[in-house]
T-cell receptor
């Protein structure tokens, strides 16, 4: 257990509504990541953060934004959810960008 | 662009057997390679991390090897148990990159 929680764990929402997922860590890790996992595509990086207010895009960032105002929290926002964003979302943390990553339990998001 | 492949996609063996899971990657300029385990509906659990300067890492019944020149890593599981049944994922962090690139995983079933 790397002290990572994600909320909510499950969410069903309608197309066009905004959604925010939260990742919370208790161990002061500098690096935090958001991934999505889909059958046939595996795990893909959405956004990552290397410090408070420091974020960058991953390979599938379109339609997503992130914010990190505190070390312990990394928020992922879908401004206007689409059915293609139905997925399982995982948060991960690491001490440095080249260090071992630890994953949270995931959030299952369904967009109807 | 780094690509990671895991073959086979699924493997079923009787309890007690020693087995090897394979991971190959296309670009040998890597920082590290990480093996994960994922149980159905759960997050990823880090099993082993091999830095680019290392040849292998061991944890209990697990041994991971790395051959950068050939672009290969193997995860050896000794004396397999039904509790080892899960999907095993390898992920590569390339030099100069901030993201892990994941393979599609091998779904392992250990039959009692």
């Amino acid at each position: 257990d790397a002290g990572i929680t994600q909320s909510p764990r499950h969410k069903v929402t309608e197309t066009g509504t905004p959604v925010t997922l939260r990742c919370h860590q208790t161990e002061n890790h500098r690096y935090m990541y958001w991934y999505r996992q889909d059958p046939g595509h595996g795990l893909r990086l959405i956004h990552y953060s290397y410090g408070v207010k420091d974020t960058d895009k991953g390979e599938v960032s379109d339609g997503y934004s992130v914010s990190r105002s505190k070390t312990e929290d990394f928020l992922l926002t879908l401004e206007s959810a689409t059915s293609s964003q139905t997925s399982v979302y995982f948060c991960a943390i690491s001490w440095r960008d080249s260090y071992e990553q630890y994953f949270g339990p995931g959030t299952r998001l369904t967009v109807t | 662009k780094q690509e990671v492949t895991q073959i086979p996609a699924a493997l079923s063996v009787p309890e007690g057997e020693n087995l090897v899971l394979n991971c190959s990657f296309t670009d040998s300029a890597i920082y590290n390679l990480q093996w994960f385990r994922q149980d159905p509906g759960k997050g990823l659990t880090s099993l082993l991390l091999i830095q680019s300067s290392q040849r292998e890492q061991t944890s209990g019944r697990l041994n991971a090897s790395l051959d950068k020149s050939s672009g290969r890593s193997t995860l050896y599981i000794a004396a397999s148990q039904p509790g080892d049944s899960a999907t095993y994922l390898c992920a590569v962090l390339s030099q100069g990159a901030q993201k892990l690139v994941f393979g599609q995983g091998t779904r392992l079933t250990i039959n009692p």
